[in-house]
């Protein structure tokens, strides 16, 4: 039958027959293991109510399965010899659910679940086993690069096995369609996307769980460990802070690299991607900024807050979450009494922390690494008094680099930084609105405008 032409100066073009999805459901078996699955009892249950099943895999089942009539099978991983797997091939039906392995199918419950689908709700989840299932908030906050549960964000996700019920179409517009592991990828794409989950109270009985070996267990367990990993690799998550608080940390430590490289015009790739300072990277600099303030002050030397740090602890009494690297001034006089920066003097020096110690290469001032492989790191800037005006021997050509009156270190004070006591000018707010202007502190800005700038409302933390 021919198609009747597109209004003009549409871009859609008419839906061949052939690809227009067909009312139903497609099961999808994707969670499973190559060497403990149960995947033959699994496909026959829910093949026995007349539905399309199709079992998704990196590879094919290995050792080689007889599925039962009607099951069909897709390989994902991408071969040069074959066009690249797509789901809309072998998905032609309206919905699609995905359905844990070992699960039984039930009468009515693909119904029901499809029934729940409505123009709010994207999401129907049901659960696999006798328990119910739990719901737990999800907040994904790809700025910071972190995922939180619990607390406000609704229902976001679920504790438990369960099956997902989706729209095909909204399943093929994910990036990540059949990411393992699979529930936690689904949760965390609705959850960008806004979508309303709606979980039902009733489900799908579970078989019998088949007692694994302690190899079977153990292999288990790294291949859930290794996917989660891989998965927020791939989504550029580097924390999962958990309902009770605990953390999960998926970024860079003091055996790796930092997560990023170098930086070019005072900003780095993250900011121009949408992102903020990895918080593994916050961390690490909390950690360096800390042990190097009880280093100078346990050595005698005179320190303080500089420039971008001194701003973070006046606003947020942390670090400017932004920001890549920490702040010090020192006096040059004392710089003779901290054992590690006279040995740095003569090259890079290894704490007994693993912290590392470096005459910097752009001229006349410190560095203080995290680690020899994770470059995050202090710079302390020797200053010296002349005629009453704090000086130095190198400029960087930054804005804020500049002389001022000794009389903002006389005293020094206490000031709440990065979760610990730093010292910090006498009167911050003028040295600051002195080194960036006025209104400095009340007006968050990159740390270079010409290139990037915070845009107009956008909360400092």
Not at 165 to 175: I, Q
Request: charged residues 25%.
């Amino acid at each position: 039958e021919a198609q009747p032409a597109p209004p003009p100066g549409s871009r859609c073009r008419p839906v061949p027959p052939h690809r227009r999805p067909v009312p139903g459901v497609t099961v999808l078996l994707r969670d499973f293991e190559d060497f403990a699955h149960d995947l033959l009892p699994t496909s026959r249950s829910f093949a026995s109510l007349n539905v399309p099943v199709l079992v998704a895999a990196d590879l094919p089942p290995y050792p080689p399965l007889r599925l039962p009539p009607g099951v069909r099978t897709l390989t994902l991983r991408r071969s040069p010899r074959l066009p690249p797997p797509k789901l809309e091939l072998h998905i032609r039906t309206r919905h699609v659910v995905l359905i844990p392995d070992g699960a039984r199918a039930s009468p009515g419950v693909l119904d029901r679940m499809m029934a729940a689908l409505d123009s709010d709700t994207r999401l129907v989840l049901a659960p696999v086993g006798p328990a119910p299932l739990r719901c737990v908030g999800l907040r994904v906050d790809l700025r910071r690069w972190t995922l939180r549960y619990g607390g406000e964000g609704g229902c976001g996700a679920v504790e438990g096995p369960a099956a997902l019920l989706l729209r095909s179409e909204d399943l093929f517009d994910l990036p990540f369609p059949t990411q393992r592991p699979l529930d936690a990828a689904i949760f965390i794409q609705a959850a960008l996307r806004g979508w309303r989950l709606r979980v039902l109270g009733d489900g799908f009985p579970s078989a019998p769980s088949v007692p694994l070996s302690a190899h079977e267990l153990w292999k288990a367990q790294s291949l859930r460990e290794s996917r989660r990993r891989k998965l927020m690799e791939e989504f550029g998550i580097k924390l999962e802070v958990l309902e009770d608080g605990r953390q999960r940390w998926y970024g860079c430590g003091k055996e790796t690299e930092r997560c990023f490289g170098t930086i070019r015009a005072r900003t780095p790739q993250y900011l121009l991607q949408g992102r903020w300072t990895p918080p593994c990277c916050l961390r690490a600099l909390r950690e360096t900024a800390k042990h190097v303030a009880e280093a100078l002050e346990s050595s005698g030397v005179r320190y303080w807050l500089e420039g971008g740090s001194l701003l973070g602890a006046v606003r947020l009494r942390d670090i400017i979450p932004w920001d890549y690297d920490v702040d010090f001034g020192i006096y040059r006089e004392d710089e003779a009494k901290c054992r590690w920066l006279r040995a740095a003097r003569n090259g890079p020096v290894e704490d007994e922390e693993g912290f590392v110690w470096e005459k910097a290469a752009e001229g006349d001032f410190f560095r203080v690494h995290y680690s020899r492989s994770n470059r995050l790191h202090v710079d302390l800037w020797p200053f010296y008094p002349r005629a009453g005006v704090m000086t130095k021997e190198t400029w960087l050509g930054h804005p804020q680099d500049v002389e001022f009156p000794e009389r903002f270190l006389l005293p020094t004070v206490p000031l709440p930084f990065a979760g610990f006591t730093a010292m910090g000018p006498n009167d911050a707010r003028s040295f600051l609105e002195l080194k960036f202007g006025p209104g400095a502190v009340e007006e968050p800005e990159y740390p270079n405008p010409a290139v990037l700038r915070l845009r107009a409302g956008e909360p400092p933390q």
